[in-house]
């Protein structure tokens, strides 16, 4: 089955600090990837995805993720966190939905992150 | 551009009524749609999609049901509510290349 893991429930860091959020997928073929973000109480929003090309891939609200195919990783980071950034972010993969000739996203379970002051 | 809406953004309903989430997409034509359950603030779990009016597949058999009745109107339902019903509910749309977008959600508290 196409699946997507988030091995942290929470990470923790320092306003200021680098951070990095883990992804690792299981997909047959080419992956179609996503981060997105999600405030208290909100919807989710896009951050970036991956679906060919340069393996650093440059999103919103200066995040970044890359991928690693040797590693099947999409690691989300940040180089300086900010308080802001504090929020449950969702790494997804495309799954095709058979039959139907569409697709649809997986989501990993989610992993809060908390920017500390 | 586009953009969906969904609501009510919160609802509390008795145990054994009827529910009734209402979800619209603008600005683009025939797109994917879907409903995700998100329980105690984590994962999401797909409910159901549609690519195409009167099209609905469903992922997981529960209480729900969901329509499409025009291309870009997707409705959420219930006959009667359980207490297990409990939720944050989001609709999404997306193509089928691209990411997917999602409403506001709707937070359902079956008492």
């Known amino acids: 089955a196409q699946s997507v893991a988030q091995p942290e429930d929470q990470v923790n860091v320092a306003e200021g600090n680098p951070l990095t959020v883990k992804c690792t997928y299981s997909?047959?073929?080419?992956?179609?990837l996503f981060w997105y973000v999600q405030y208290p109480n909100r919807g989710l929003q896009f951050l970036l995805k991956y679906i060919t090309g340069d393996n650093l891939v440059k999103g919103s609200y200066g995040f970044e993720a890359e991928f690693n195919k040797s590693q099947t990783s999409f690691h989300l980071k940040k180089p300086s966190a900010l308080v802001s950034d504090s929020a449950l972010y969702f790494c997804a993969v495309r799954v095709s939905i058979s039959g139907a000739g569409s697709y649809q996203l997986t989501f990993g379970k989610g992993t809060k992150l908390s920017v500390i002051p | 551009s586009q953009t969906i809406h969904q609501w009510p953004a919160t609802l509390v309903q008795p145990v054994g009524s009827p529910l009734s989430l209402e979800c619209t997409v603008e600005?683009?034509?025939?797109?994917?749609l879907y409903w995700y359950r998100q329980a105690a603030g984590r994962g999401l779990q797909l409910l159901f999609y549609s690519v195409g009016i009167g099209q609905i597949s469903s992922e997981v058999p529960q209480n729900l049901s969901a329509s499409r009745p025009q291309d870009r109107q997707f409705i959420l339902s219930s006959k009667k509510l359980l207490l297990s019903d409990s939720g944050f509910y989001l609709c999404?749309?997306?193509?089928?290349?691209?990411?997917?977008?999602f409403g506001q959600g709707t937070r359902l508290t079956v008492v």
């Open positions: 600005g683009t034509s025939n797109p994917n």
């Open positions: 997909v047959s073929g080419n992956p179609y």
């Open positions: 999404a749309w997306n193509r089928p290349s691209t990411e997917a977008f």
